[in-house]
């Protein structure tokens, strides 16, 4: 038995293949401690899909909730690696706008068998705790005047030094915890996260299309992973 159940649900902007889809969401949770992610990249930047990969999947698999300068400066390089091949077949242009960088917003959490767990957050992804059906904790961001604003981002940047806030607190037997990136996190936060619960994932595609159909849901890449730690 895992230590965790985990689903990733995940849509495209309308009208986009998931191919096209910038979010990314990766979990560890064969044993204690869990390890679950998500990050947004940027769309206005080169590769940021890639760059949004790299950070999920070296974050779970090695463990580290808040990455230091020399994580990222490993997860910088196996990004290059990881778009190198695609720059040979590009324009010239393709590879000077790569030049300039990839971003995204990310936030992980660890969850610990003891009861504890930790994240860390760059950006406007949420992660929200839920007990019974009820919300127990939204954090980083509350307020949805703050979804539109420029969000901090993790750069492939060399030394550019991300701003990561932290948060730790306590689970329960039962509790769940969804991790969303910030088209999602604001459709939560007007619905109430616990319309997650209902959902899986040809629902959640569903509930997707009628949210953005009614005007309640911003037409983004929409990631939600959901997580439940077994005691």
């Given amino acids: 038995m895992s230590a965790a159940d985990v689903e990733v649900w995940s849509v495209p902007k309308s009208g986009h293949a998931e191919h096209e889809n910038e979010d990314a969401g990766a979990a560890a949770s064969a044993d204690w401690p869990v390890h679950a992610a998500v990050a ?3 769309t206005e930047a080169a590769f940021s899909r890639a760059w949004a990969r790299e950070l999920v999947q070296h974050a779970v698999s090695a463990g580290v909730v808040a990455p230091s300068e020399s994580d990222l400066q490993v ?3 196996a990004w290059r690696d990881r778009i190198a091949p695609r720059l040979e077949m590009r324009p010239w ?19 610990r068998a003891s009861g504890e767990w930790k994240a860390a957050c760059v950006g406007d992804c949420v ?18 005047d703050a979804f539109d604003h420029r969000p901090a981002l ?10 990561v806030r932290t948060e730790h607190g ?7 915890f969804l991790l969303a990136t910030d088209a999602a996190a604001a459709w ?3 619905v109430g996260p616990a319309e997650a619960l209902l959902w899986g994932a040809r629902s959640f595609e569903d509930a997707v299309a009628s949210a953005r159909a009614a005007g309640r ?10 997580l439940t730690p077994h005691q």
């Fill in 40 to 42: 947004d990249g940027a």
């Fill in 75 to 77: 997860w910088r390089a």
């Fill in 93 to 111: 242009y393709v590879a000077a706008k790569a030049e300039e960088g990839a971003y995204a917003t990310y936030l992980h959490m660890q969850c």
């Fill in 127 to 144: 992660l929200f705790q839920l007990r019974g059906d009820a919300l127990h904790l939204a954090w980083p961001e509350t307020d949805l």
């Fill in 154 to 163: 993790i750069s492939t940047t060399p030394n550019s030094v991300p701003d």
């Fill in 170 to 176: 306590t689970w329960r037997p039962g509790d769940r």
């Fill in 188 to 190: 939560l936060l007007r």
């Fill in 217 to 226: 849901l911003r037409n983004d890449d929409t990631t939600i992973l959901l």
